[in-house]
């Protein structure tokens, strides 16, 4: 494969994985409207379905937002009768999220058509592709972390407050 040829087919990836990207959060965002909470909050539950009971600070670690934020995420999660914080019986200072039953019943159903169209998806793939496309989107989630940890230490001049010229 000539170099070009390389070039054309990552720029074709970039922009196929930025529509399939966008067409999740787009979805994510639907479904938790339906629930009265935002996407993000939804997505930090989901981490919490896929992996068990976290942390916040696991939280914060597989999702790339700060603690303080997570802290938020899991009130409101809390609030909304979604999840719960647990004590460790045997470390009482250390406090893990769990999602409640009613994430299953609730949820759940919401994201059985993306779940159909997914599988739809992949189905013609051999295990051989499937285990390519599974790596990739280990890395690609790996690069993302580190994507949004960067992002979140640069701080751009349009971000900064100005200076309040009011009374102290």
């Known amino acids: 494969m000539d170099e070009e040829h390389r070039k ?4 074709s990836l970039n922009t196929a994985m ?3 990207s966008g067409c999740g959060v787009m979805y994510s965002q639907a479904v938790a409207r339906r629930l009265g909470i935002n996407s993000t909050d939804l997505e930090c539950l ?3 379905v896929l992996h068990g009971p976290l942390t916040a600070g696991a939280l914060a670690e597989a999702t790339g937002l700060t603690t303080g934020a997570i802290t938020g995420v ?5 609030r909304a009768g979604f999840a ?6 045997e470390d009482r200072r250390k406090v893990s999220v769990c999602a409640n039953p009613v994430v299953f019943e609730r949820i759940a159903p919401l994201f059985e058509p993306m779940q159909r169209a997914a599988l739809a998806a992949v189905a013609p793939y051999s295990d051989e ?3 390519l496309f599974l790596d ?3 890395r690609a989630r790996e690069a993302s972390l580190g994507a949004m940890a960067e992002l979140r230490d640069v701080v751009p001049k349009t971000a900064r407050r100005p200076r309040s010229r009011g009374r102290r």
């Open 46 to 48: 989901d981490r919490i």
């Open 136 to 138: 990739f989107l280990k």
């Open 18 to 20: 930025r529509e399939a």
């Open 74 to 78: 899991i009130d409101r999660l809390e």
């Open 8 to 11: 054309e087919l990552i720029s």
């Open 84 to 89: 719960r914080r647990e004590r460790d019986p």
């Open 129 to 131: 592709e499937l285990a």
